[in-house]
């Protein structure tokens, strides 16, 4: 395919994940085409978007002719979140789509999104293009006071000594031997 592309030509393939960090020959190739500065960008896709794979894609995007500002770079985007879920396949919505155009033609970093990332830092992860090396996609924690649980939970406890004294006091009275 990027063969038959004329020397300002860009084209979007569709690519299951493995393409992005398999090695032996897919590697190589993979690594030839970024030294070529060939891939613009990676954009990861929710899973069971196509009939049949219920596997997460990428599209990989491929420019032979990208702007100055992008040579040595590829732009990754994490669009795995943001889709419409369906019965039997899930959809990217009007508003997905325009965010993932948005963001790819605004070459920005998106915090937990979006970023263009330096072929330096794709050559010191062996080529690896797994979105998730370079865009941090790992929810925040919830940050649990300690203290006010436990004291949530001393209070609980005598709540329920009460109620337990309350329910023992009304069998007493029914004549249950407690």
Do not use: W
């Not at 732009?75 to 369906?86: K, M, P, R, V, W």
């Amino acid at each position: 395919m990027i063969a038959t592309l004329n020397p300002t030509g860009r084209m979007g393939v569709v690519l299951p994940h493995g393409a992005l960090f398999r090695g032996g020959a897919e590697g190589k190739i993979r690594q030839g085409i970024l030294e070529e500065d060939l891939v613009e960008a990676v954009i990861g896709l929710p899973s069971n978007l196509f009939y049949g794979a219920g596997i997460p894609a990428c599209l990989f995007i491929i420019s032979k002719k990208k702007p100055k500002e992008h040579k040595g770079k590829v732009y990754f985007l994490y669009g795995a979140n943001d889709y419409l879920e369906g019965k039997n396949q899930n959809k990217l919505r009007e508003q997905d789509i325009r965010k993932i155009v948005d963001a790819y033609c605004g070459y920005k970093a998106i915090d937990k999104y979006c970023r263009p990332v330096a072929l330096d830092e794709i050559r010191s992860n062996d080529y690896n293009l797994n979105i998730a090396r370079y865009i941090d996609v790992t929810e925040e924690e919830e940050v649990i006071d300690v203290q006010s649980v436990i004291n949530e939970l001393k209070e609980l406890k005598k709540k329920r000594s009460v109620t337990e004294g309350k329910m023992h006091q009304f069998l007493k009275e029914l004549g249950y031997k407690i």
